[in-house]
């Protein structure tokens, strides 16, 4: 028997689920066509079988397949029997043992659930996602939304299941914006699965806060008013309930096929690419998609729902498990979307990855489905080529099988119901905009005073709208005033981009503005999206109080106690291309930078960081004279490469103590954005962690904790600015404004003068005059903290 370190050759990112192009190979169950009601005496395998020999022992040691297929040098996991687990430790299959204990955890479950019901009929239950509900638990809790919102959300059913269960599905909009069926619309569909338990109540989790939120959350309130939701939380009631009753890992509906096997699987029933690869003949199989496509009354319910609903633009047909989002064609490997469908589905699922990533901080990899595998006859594929609506599969929490695979920990329902609600809100708000508004840099949250702040802009079509006559327009006021908004034209720079800035104002004042792009149609996008809402700057008198290219030694040093890297220590140096390594510095008309090992060597894995961490420490700077500061920097990171990916972490720290204690800053890794190279500039806030004091010094730790990956970090370009925040008018510094200040402004009435505020200069011009006398008299009075 050859067995290999768990997790070493597993595909993409530990996926439970795979199949090759194996008509035929997939699923013939030892256990028979029906399901398993007790697994004890099975255990849950991870099996690579080597060749096609292999794949039949395979094939005939397991009892349940939990991938969708299997195919010779490819992982696939199955449930076997003692019988089974002594055929594949005797042919010399490669397997690991993931879990001898699948009944013991089944019957947990099935109590820890028993419990938490008792708790929610005695009101002591912390919420209704603190554990799975049956479909009767699923309907009692949506008849009372349905009375507790009936504006909101109404209910029809839309079917009726092989077992005559009925098919629910709900319309959730607001009574405003006219009609439901004349508002753009989502389409959400969940539990085609039978075992993928976290999917309705990740569904349950949206339609809740949906209602609950509208009203009280302007951004959920926009997105009720303009859109329409319809939702089936249970699309294959039967299996649901099989699943809980009876098998745990029960896939498909419950079709008899008549020679004494049971289920069409409804996620291989659909007309695009039926029959194709992914899929079994054999009726027992996990994956048979049923004799023809839309065979299964399951299926046919959610077509018609589909159909019915024309203003329908968005779908996603919720799965688990395996943290993706999905994005057509997976019926092959050939992606033949055409554009702009293809980048607006791309854009979007990265756009939902990132709002899940934001929410909880768990990574969901926005993928194309072929590329998980291909698969014929999938709901998606139909969604997009048959009914010409975007539609994404999603696989929810957990990642991996370790993590709980099918059986997610029950404390994780409420964060999967989380990120889900704003992967979901974040395809809402792109439905309404129709196209997303980016600021071309971070907006700063302080500028200087007199300075114009360049809030620059790019626009990206997200569903199929123009762009083309687009014009911008930046519209600025006194925050929390009442004032008119003033306008400044945004310079079209002709690839959807805008040139824009906001007129520098007095220290001590803060500025609100928003963006706006008015569309050739008449439509209009505004960031932020929420009526209402701005962005803030305030205008202080800034400094720059270090600036430093790392062309030279400056003070820098390496190392700290606990510092064990044996290569890749951090050293000033001109850095060697590697495929995790820059091969340039930032700066321009510069060359070095602090890179965790400068050399390239003989490949990718000699010089990057082994053996633990590596630290590189600031000077200490005195930044006591700011009363804000934000530190600026180039960084590189680099953990995607190799064999153990996404695994490690950059920290930086700062101290304010000189380094006798540290808090965090910023932390990148294991996964999300900035960990798969390329230089990323931040902008951070210092006084938001720490103090400022004489003694501000910062860290950036860089380290492989463990084997096998490859983990590369370089610094650069790095500066502090600091603000000292003034008392707008208050010319001679006294904390109030007061006839002082108006004596201190005629004196100097029509001269040029430097020094700002001091100088009598409260608009930032260079020249004391009309502006400013005006200025302030409309801040008489105001006295400064
Ligand atoms: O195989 C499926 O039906 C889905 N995975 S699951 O583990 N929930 O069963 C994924 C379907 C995504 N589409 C393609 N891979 N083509
Ligand atoms: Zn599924």
């Known amino acids: ?239 649901y309930s099989y699943a809980w009753t009876t098998d745990r890992f029960w896939r498909k509906n419950r079709r008899d096929n008549g020679n004494g096997t049971f289920g069409v699987d409804l996620n291989r029933n659909w007309p695009v690419g039926f029959g194709g690869p992914g899929t079994s003949l054999n009726t027992a199989s996990d994956v048979y998609p049923g004799p023809f496509a839309l065979s299964e009354p399951e299926s046919i319910a959610l077509r018609d729902w589909v159909l019915a609903k024309p203003n329908v633009e968005a779908h996603i047909d919720f799965h688990s498990y395996s943290a993706l989002v999905l994005w057509p064609i997976g019926y092959q490997f050939e992606n033949t979307v055409p554009e702009p469908d293809l980048s607006n589905m791309v854009e979007l699922s990265f756009l939902m990855s990132d709002a899940i990533f934001d929410t909880t901080g768990y990574t969901y990899a926005a993928i194309n489905s072929a590329e998980l595998y291909p698969a014929g006859g999938v709901v998606q594929d139909w969604v997009y080529e048959g009914a010409g609506v975007y539609s994404w599969t999603f696989e929810l929490r957990p990642e991996t099988a370790g993590q709980g695979g099918f059986v997610l920990p029950a404390a994780e329902l409420l964060p999967a119901g989380q990120e889900n609600y704003a992967a979901v809100l974040a395809l809402a708000d792109a439905l309404v905009d129709g196209v997303r508004v980016e600021f071309l840099q971070s907006v700063p949250s302080t500028a200087d005073a007199g300075s114009p702040v360049a809030v620059g802009f790019t626009t990206t079509s997200l569903f199929d709208v123009s762009l083309d006559g687009a014009s911008g327009a930046v519209y600025h006021r006194a925050a929390g005033s009442d004032d008119k908004f003033e306008v400044v034209p945004a310079v079209g720079l002709g690839d959807g981009s805008f040139d824009a800035e906001i007129p520098g104002q007095a220290c001590g004042t803060t500025t609100e503005f928003y963006v706006e792009v008015s569309l050739a149609s008449g439509a209009t996008v505004r960031s932020p999206s929420v009526e209402g809402e701005f962005y803030d700057v305030a205008f202080a008198a800034q400094s720059t109080a270090v600036e430093d290219a790392f062309e030279s030694p400056s003070g820098w040093t390496v190392g700290a106690p606990g510092d064990t890297a044996s290569t890749g220590v951090w050293e000033l140096a001109v850095p060697q291309a590697t495929d995790a390594q820059p091969g340039a510095d930032t700066t321009v008309d510069g060359t070095r930078c602090w890179v965790t090992q400068a050399a390239s060597g003989a490949s990718v894995g000699t010089f990057d960081i082994d053996g633990g961490a590596t630290s590189l420490l600031s000077p200490v700077y005195d930044l006591s004279a700011g009363d804000a500061a934000s530190v600026r920097y180039s960084r590189w990171y680099n953990n995607s490469a190799g064999a153990s990916p996404n695994e490690d972490v950059l920290r930086v720290f700062v101290s304010n103590n000189g380094g006798a204690t540290w808090e965090i800053l910023e932390e990148v890794g294991p996964g999300g954005s900035g960990t798969d190279g390329g230089w990323v500039t931040v902008e951070l806030s210092i006084d938001d962690v720490v103090a400022l004091t004489d003694a501000v010094r910062f860290m950036f730790v860089a380290e492989d904790s463990g084997g096998g990956s490859i983990v590369e970090a370089a610094l650069d370009d790095f500066s502090i600015v600091t603000a000292e925040t003034c008392c707008a008018g208050d010319t001679t510094g006294d904390g109030v404004v007061g006839p002082d200040d108006l004596f201190e402004l005629l004196s100097v009435f029509g001269s040029s003068v430097t020094g700002g505020v001091a100088d009598g200069d409260l608009t930032g011009d260079g020249a004391v005059g009309p502006d400013d006398l005006f200025e302030l008299l409309s801040l008489f009075g105001v006295v400064c903290g």
């Open 1 to 239: 028997m050859r067995v290999r370190a768990m997790g070493a050759t597993v595909g993409v990112s530990g996926l439970l689920v795979f199949a090759g192009s194996v008509l035929g190979l997939a699923g013939v169950a030892a256990g028979g066509g029906d399901g398993i009601s007790n697994y004890d005496g099975y255990t849950h395998v991870r099996v690579w079988p080597d060749d096609a020999w292999e794949v039949g022992v395979t094939r005939d040691a397991g009892a349940r397949l939990l991938s969708e297929g299997f195919a010779a040098g490819r992982m696939s996991e199955w449930i076997v029997d003692d019988a089974g687990l002594e055929t594949l430790e005797a042919s010399g299959v490669t397997y690991v043992v993931i879990d001898r204990e699948i009944e013991s955890r089944i019957r947990a479950e099935r109590e820890r659930i028993a419990l938490a019901n008792e708790a929610l009929a005695l009101g002591r239950a912390d919420s209704w996602f603190s554990d799975y509900k049956s479909v009767a638990q699923i309907e009692t809790r949506l008849d009372e939304l349905l009375a507790a919102y009936p504006e909101l959300i109404s209910e029809e059913q839309v079917g009726t299941s092989v077992d005559g269960m009925p098919i629910w599905g709900y319309t959730i909009t607001s009574p405003v914006g006219g009609d439901a069926d004349s508002k753009p619309g989502l389409m959400f569909n969940s539990t085609i699965h039978a075992r993928e338990w976290v999917t309705p109540m990740a569904v349950m989790y949206i339609i809740e806060n949906l209602v609950e939120d509208y009203g009280t959350d302007p951004r959920v309130t926009r997105v009720m008013d303009e859109l329409v939701w319809y939702i089936i939380p249970v699309l294959n009631p039967d299996g």
